[in-house]
């Protein structure tokens, strides 16, 4: 275990170790036209990236019937959802599962701070093998504020018992970027260039996650 400079990463999930934004993006949009027949255009659905839950009932809430309820939204778009089950292993970026193997045996502390639900976070992590990586878990439904608060990365600290200082964030929505930035951590990017999106308030920028190593490097010798 590490005693000085960076000692912990702290993963985003969505976008970061699985390739779900666009997936996510592309199941709102069929759901809204296969279920009422509406068109939501892709400057609307960029609005879900890095988003929790409600941010898609909010996005899809102008094309539904008037009289719908966020609780019909959620059980219809879950029931849509169950009809064609994610395969998380099939999302996961290639490079995830060897990087995290990488940097536990450098005597790195991984945690995840994610804007998904709880019982979505297990079935990644169930699917997709990370369990033993990983030492903290803060999820959507530990938190009263959703990023862009810092809450959850404030929460996550805590939990490692380290300061803002010693940790290292890697995400990919400005968002969470600013969420981060705002618990006074130290954020990298991985860069999304398949959609638009604002990254700029990132300290890093990775083009990969297999850069992370480097970086950390850097980070340590930079003090």
């Known amino acids: 275990m590490r005693e000085t400079g960076v000692q912990a990463v702290i993963f985003d999930l969505d976008g970061?170790?699985?390739d779900s934004e666009v997936f996510y993006m592309q199941r709102l949009k069929e759901f809204a036209w296969k279920e009422f027949g509406a068109d939501v255009p892709a400057e609307d659905l960029l609005r879900i990236v890095?988003?929790?839950g409600p941010a898609h009932w909010e996005t899809i809430?102008?094309?539904l019937p008037p009289s719908f309820s966020y609780e019909d939204f959620r059980l219809r778009y879950h029931r849509f959802g169950e009809r064609d089950p994610v395969n998380y292993r099939e999302l996961m970026f290639g490079d995830v599962a060897g990087l995290m193997r990488g940097l536990r045996e450098e005597g790195y502390r991984l945690?995840?701070?994610t804007s998904s639900p709880q019982e979505k976070v297990a079935q990644v992590i169930q699917d997709c093998g990370l369990s033993s990586y990983l030492e903290e878990i803060v999820t959507r439904d530990q938190v009263s504020r959703a990023k862009p608060d810092p809450e959850i990365y404030r929460i996550c600290l805590a939990r490692l018992g380290l300061d803002?200082?010693?940790c290292l964030v890697v995400e990919d929505s400005p968002?969470?970027?600013?969420a981060g930035k705002a618990a006074g951590i130290t954020v990298a990017a991985r860069r999304e260039t398949r959609y638009p999106l604002d990254q700029s308030e990132a300290d890093y920028m990775l083009e990969q996650l297999s850069e992370l190593p480097d970086l950390l490097r850097h980070l340590q010798e930079k003090g």
């Open 61 to 63: 809430r102008p094309y």
């Open 164 to 166: 803002a200082g010693h």
């Open 111 to 113: 945690a995840l701070a």
């Open 16 to 18: 970061v170790l699985i």
């Open 50 to 52: 890095g988003a929790s």
């Open 175 to 178: 968002i969470g970027i600013r």
